[in-house]
């Protein structure tokens, strides 16, 4: 959510809250949700692109008293605090949420505010997900399971191919991919790019996007966090893979590369529609969003190709019932359906979520999918490559607050209203204060 709008965000927040007590999943009927003639509505909550459109009408038709209404926003800063605010006022979220990374410790940490899932025959779907993907949704204790994964965020990056033509580039994936090895290669090349297009059409969508890219790469490799430790020590100042990828992203401006928009912003969309960027990094749901901004007329135009620095994992959610839901069980078993094997391949088909299911990602359905939108691209075999090496990288309870801090001294490098000078030393100082230090 945008910052210095704290006194509209409580207005809209509480009149958010009132609408979604107002439209409750009671219905009107019985809190008994035991009997299966019972006509319910199943409210989810969730934001971005989950892909389960074609698994709602599934399970509808399997329920015929159950009827799904999802309550979607687009943009994850825009949902996180919604949710919080329901979860901690004990009404007006969903009877099931999605729960993203940057959020998930803090309602671990919370644990009396979910259903424990294992209360649901939850607990012998383990094999089900990499073993991280199901630890992450176990409260601290271990006690209870309060969510189930849906995604993970293997990385590539996205590319205008038919902008590297005009810029006389390679365009071929194969061969864009051996241009950037580093992210100083993907620098060169992007001012090799400039030079030749101009104008109004940038290099990249987003510095945020790419920091936070460079970020969760680097934390990979190293240490597996980025701006707190797992006692939740706050640690930015310390720890070389924030510096490192504040630094990367910093010359990305210098060099004139980027577009200062927010991402998922209407600039950022507009830019999009608009041709102004010709790269975008591509954890898996990225390819969703692109596909659901840039509309039919970008079709064919992306394409996709390996991302500079190694891989790495950016992004990925659970499902969870809260302990408000009137109807627990109608909802546990919904998201014991849409995280299951054959749900997750759904969703890699639908939008391009990768799956966090081991049965899922060795399923020939994702292993052989490529992308008509991407100028058929194997995705499957691009993301799955490197999806079972993936590895968690923790991140702290106040996480999303301190991610917008940083991000928006980038924009205002970007922009030129910040040095880079001086840019570091503003960037910790705002994270402190995010952090509530």
Same mark, same amino acid.
């Given at each position: 959510? /945008?910052?210095?709008?704290?006194?509209?965000?409580?207005?809209?927040?509480?009149?958010?809250?009132?609408?979604?007590?107002?439209?409750?999943?009671?219905?009107?009927?019985?809190?008994?949700?035991?009997?299966?003639?019972?006509?319910?509505?199943?409210?989810?909550?969730?934001?971005?692109?989950?892909?389960?459109?074609?698994?709602?009408?599934?399970?509808?038709?399997?329920?015929?008293?159950?009827?799904? +209404?999802?309550?979607?926003?687009?943009?994850?800063?825009?949902?996180?605090?919604?949710?919080?605010? &329901?979860?901690?006022?004990?009404?007006?979220?969903?009877?099931?949420?999605?729960?993203?990374?940057?959020?998930?410790?803090?309602?671990?940490?919370?644990?009396?505010?979910?259903?424990?899932?294992?209360?649901?025959?939850?607990?012998?779907?383990?094999?089900?997900?990499?073993? &991280?993907?199901?630890?992450?949704?176990?409260?601290?204790?271990?006690?209870?399971?309060?969510?189930?994964?849906?995604?993970?965020?293997?990385?590539?990056?996205?590319?205008?191919?038919?902008?590297?033509?005009?810029?006389?580039?390679?365009?071929?994936?194969?061969?864009?991919?051996?241009?950037?090895?580093? &992210?100083?290669?993907?620098?060169?090349?992007?001012?090799?790019?400039?030079?030749?297009?101009?104008?109004?059409?940038?290099?990249?969508?987003?510095?945020?996007?790419?920091? #936070?890219?460079?970020?969760?790469?680097?934390?990979?490799?190293?240490? +597996?966090?980025?701006?707190?430790?797992?006692?939740?020590?706050?640690?930015?100042?310390? +720890?070389?893979?924030?510096?490192?990828?504040?630094?990367?992203?910093?010359?990305?401006?210098?060099?004139?590369?980027?577009?200062?928009?927010?991402?998922?912003?209407?600039?950022?969309?507009?830019?999009?529609?608009?041709?102004?960027?010709?790269?975008?990094?591509?954890?898996? &749901?990225?390819?969703?969003?692109?596909?659901?901004?840039?509309?039919?007329?970008?079709?064919?135009?992306?394409?996709?190709?390996?991302?500079?620095?190694?891989?790495?994992?950016?992004?990925?959610?659970?499902?969870?019932?809260?302990?408000?839901?009137? /109807?627990?069980?109608?909802?546990?078993?919904?998201?014991?359906?849409?995280?299951?094997?054959?749900?997750?391949?759904?969703?890699?088909?639908?939008?391009? #979520?990768?799956?966090?299911?081991?049965?899922?990602?060795?399923?020939?359905?994702?292993?052989?999918?490529?992308?008509?939108?991407?100028?058929?691209?194997?995705?499957?075999?691009?993301?799955?490559?490197?999806?079972?090496?993936?590895?968690?990288?923790?991140?702290?309870?106040? #996480?999303?607050?301190?991610?917008?801090?940083?991000?928006?001294?980038?924009?205002?490098?970007?922009?030129?209203?910040?040095?880079?000078?001086?840019?570091?030393?503003?960037?910790?100082?705002?994270?402190?204060?995010?952090?509530?230090?």
């Amino acid at each position: 959510m /945008h910052r210095g709008r704290v006194g509209a965000l409580a207005i809209v927040l509480s009149a958010a809250l009132a609408a979604a007590s107002a439209c409750s999943s009671d219905d009107g009927k019985s809190n008994d949700s035991g009997g299966s003639s019972e006509k319910i509505t199943l409210n989810v909550d969730d934001f971005g692109t989950f892909g389960y459109q074609e698994l709602y009408k599934q399970f509808q038709a399997q329920h015929p008293n159950i009827k799904i +209404n999802e309550r979607n926003v687009p943009k994850l800063d825009d949902y996180t605090p919604r949710l919080q605010q &329901w979860i901690a006022a004990g009404a007006g979220a969903g009877d099931v949420v999605a729960i993203e990374e940057g959020i998930m410790v803090k309602f671990k940490s919370q644990p009396d505010k979910f259903v424990d899932l294992k209360q649901y025959g939850a607990s012998s779907l383990q094999s089900n997900f990499v073993p &991280w993907k199901w630890q992450g949704g176990l409260s601290p204790d271990g006690s209870k399971l309060i969510g189930l994964g849906t995604d993970m965020g293997s990385m590539s990056l996205c590319y205008r191919a038919d902008l590297f033509k005009k810029a006389g580039l390679p365009s071929q994936r194969d061969e864009v991919t051996k241009l950037w090895p580093t &992210w100083d290669d993907f620098i060169k090349v992007g001012q090799k790019f400039t030079s030749k297009i101009g104008g109004s059409t940038k290099f990249i969508d987003s510095p945020e996007t790419y920091y #936070n890219t460079i970020l969760m790469q680097e934390a990979g490799k190293a240490s +597996n966090q980025t701006y707190f430790d797992q006692s939740n020590k706050f640690v930015m100042e310390s +720890n070389p893979a924030v510096k490192a990828a504040f630094d990367e992203t910093v010359k990305m401006s210098d060099a004139g590369l980027a577009n200062g928009v927010q991402f998922l912003s209407d600039p950022w969309s507009q830019a999009l529609k608009k041709d102004a960027f010709a790269t975008a990094p591509c954890p898996a &749901w990225m390819l969703g969003l692109i596909k659901q901004y840039g509309g039919d007329e970008q079709q064919g135009k992306w394409d996709v190709a390996g991302v500079p620095g190694g891989g790495g994992n950016w992004g990925g959610s659970w499902l969870a019932v809260p302990t408000q839901s009137k /109807h627990p069980k109608e909802a546990a078993e919904l998201v014991k359906f849409l995280t299951s094997p054959q749900g997750q391949i759904a969703a890699f088909k639908a939008a391009n #979520n990768l799956p966090s299911s081991p049965q899922a990602l060795n399923d020939p359905a994702v292993k052989a999918f490529n992308n008509p939108y991407f100028n058929n691209a194997p995705v499957g075999q691009i993301y799955g490559a490197t999806a079972t090496s993936l590895k968690p990288v923790y991140l702290g309870a106040d #996480n999303q607050e301190v991610r917008q801090a940083v991000e928006a001294d980038l924009r205002a490098i970007a922009q030129k209203k910040l040095s880079a000078s001086s840019g570091w030393g503003k960037a910790v100082s705002d994270a402190k204060k995010a952090a509530g230090l």
